[in-house]
């Protein structure tokens, strides 16, 4: 019997001898091999893999830097912020006279009656003003071509020519699921909330399969240039499904995207259900840059729209909208699951939080137990320990964004009031009770992660002060949720989420150690360089060079 030949020993694309390689599994590292696309070889001693290193391995002295696994965004809209690319910028008005004069020199470069529509990633608190634009100020802005002024993803301002070509009248009543902003004498203000964001935005062109593709490009290298290796998709329709898949065919995505495919509460039950089984596809499909993750339920509204227990600070009357029956959407999500679907559902406030936990239980009961992560809550913003508790022993994880309470604070202080807002995503009090947790942004734009390490750690905000400083955790476990957090969310941890041999090759470097900084230098950090599937995304110093 002939003797087995000892294994070859991997060859090395780069050695990248390091001042540290945090593993985010519990080890230090000082070297860190990569062969093709994954991580072959670590050692503690800076010069332990030097045995491995032959002709062609790039050896990158990088004494001066920290390794971290890439950051993991357990939920953002990177198609809804690559097609920001291709809108009028408004993300950058400092005020309400800027903003206008962007939609105004948009609308004069567009034929009379087209759609202007603006970027999503802005929000009042970046105006001087810190108020919305008027329909007054957008109608003199663009008096001949319909405005539509997304921001984020349950909020509009549109002018009057975009309510006449979306067909609402005044006597329009409310979509279910949405507010048709009004003025105490009961004309339309402009201001669309949820479900009426669609309606109007309905009618607005969409852009070309191929635009959207060349948009994934430009947007997922700007989030690569700020260490983050994989995006959780929160929400695509089909349409935006085939420019994925030509952004992929075209290696046009330079992060590893997982999309959730919306299924609209605008349909009926059996509609839903319809629009499931039709897919042709379940969870999992794809391959490591390009791989479904599930489905996508809107249960409620975002600060203006959240579904509270109790009514909001800034009108009595009003406690938000849940959008789905409890019984239609738990029905729904018993065929998803049997279908093999993973689940991601919007649950903002502690209502829908209440109520989404219902219909997990239920589904639960009528299925069976479900692997971890099956069944996901994104955002959990507001909830009560005895609800954490039954999420927790239900096995229904939550995607938590400190960003949200980071950008939307103060405007949280005004709807919710001070003692919701500081209670908002409590992470020490949900990892107290065993909570599974993945960390991301949802802010629709590219955003620097170690801004939101800071956040978590700090629950620092941009405009609201410190909001709960209670419920911080430290630096350790703010980068665990943001790395190894979303790879658990994405079933993936046997090949990303950490710094280990075998692993994808997914890194980003710093020229300061985060577990060590002073935690209000942490904003300050940009990546020195970024590695997606062991491939450089963003170099700009040229460590990386061949
Ligand atoms: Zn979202």
Request: proline share 6%; with cysteine; aromatic share 6%.
């Amino acid at each position: 019997m002939k003797s087995r030949e000892p294994a070859e020993p991997p060859r090395l694309d780069y050695l990248i001898r390091a001042a540290a390689a945090h593993s985010m599994a519990g080890a230090t590292y000082r070297a860190v091999g990569l062969s093709g696309p994954r991580i072959a070889a670590v050692s503690t001693d800076p010069d332990g893999l030097d045995d491995l290193a032959g002709q062609d391995t790039t050896i990158v002295d990088a004494g001066d830097l920290i390794l971290l696994p890439a950051f993991a965004d357990s939920h953002e809209h990177l198609m809804e912020a690559s097609r920001n690319t291709l809108k009028v910028p408004v993300d950058r008005a400092r005020s309400v006279a800027e903003f206008a004069a962007m939609v105004s020199a948009a609308a004069r470069a567009t034929a009379p009656g087209a759609w202007v529509e603006t970027s999503v990633g802005w929000h009042e608190s970046n105006l001087v003003e810190n108020r919305l634009p008027t329909l007054a100020e957008l109608d003199a802005a663009a008096p001949d071509h319909p405005v539509l002024a997304r921001r984020g993803g349950h909020l509009a301002v549109v002018n009057s020519a975009a309510l006449r070509a979306a067909g609402i009248e005044a006597d329009t009543s409310d979509p279910a699921g949405g507010r048709i902003g009004r003025r105490h004498d009961g004309s339309r203000d402009g201001v669309l909330e949820g479900a009426a964001v669609y309606q109007v935005a309905a009618f607005a062109p969409a852009p070309s399969r191929a635009d959207l593709a060349q948009a994934l490009a430009t947007g997922s290298a700007a989030y690569a240039a700020w260490g983050v290796g994989t995006i959780r998709e929160a929400m695509i329709n089909l349409e935006e499904f085939l420019a994925y898949q030509e952004a992929w065919e075209q290696r046009f995505l330079h992060v590893r995207v997982r999309p959730l495919i919306r299924v609209g509460s605008e349909l009926s039950t059996d509609d839903a259900i319809t629009f499931i089984s039709g897919l042709g596809a379940r969870s999992g499909f794809g391959d490591d840059r390009l791989r479904l993750w599930g489905l996508k339920f809107v249960l409620d509204g975002g600060a203006e729209g959240a579904a509270l227990e109790q009514p909001y600070a800034s009108d009595p009357s009003y406690s938000g909208h849940l959008n789905w029956d409890p019984a239609d959407l738990t029905r729904v999500c018993v065929e998803a699951v049997r279908r093999g679907w993973r689940i991601g559902t919007h649950a903002a406030g502690d209502r829908a939080f209440r109520t989404l936990i219902d219909v997990y239980e239920d589904v639960v009961a009528q299925v069976g137990q479900l692997p971890p992560w099956t069944l996901v809550v994104e955002h959990g913003l507001l909830s009560d320990p005895q609800q954490r508790a039954r999420a927790v022993r239900g096995g229904f994880g939550t995607t938590v964004q400190h960003p949200l309470l980071w950008n939307m604070g103060s405007q949280m202080l005004v709807t919710w009031g001070p003692e919701r807002t500081r209670q908002v995503n409590p992470l020490d009090e949900w990892l107290a009770a065993g909570a599974d947790l993945a960390a991301g942004t949802d802010l629709v734009r590219p955003f620097n992660p170690m801004t939101g390490i800071w956040g978590m750690v700090t629950r620092g905000t941009k405009t609201a002060g410190v909001q709960g400083p209670e419920h911080a955790i430290d630096v350790a476990a703010a980068l665990r949720l943001y790395t190894m957090g979303t790879a658990a969310l994405n079933g993936e941890t046997d090949r990303l989420g950490s710094i280990a041999p075998g692993k994808l090759a997914d890194l980003v470097a710093y020229s300061r150690d985060p577990m060590t900084a002073d935690v209000d230098d942490l904003p300050d950090l940009r990546p020195t360089f970024t590695i997606v599937d062991g491939v450089p995304v963003h170099d700009p110093e040229r460590r990386l060079a061949r």
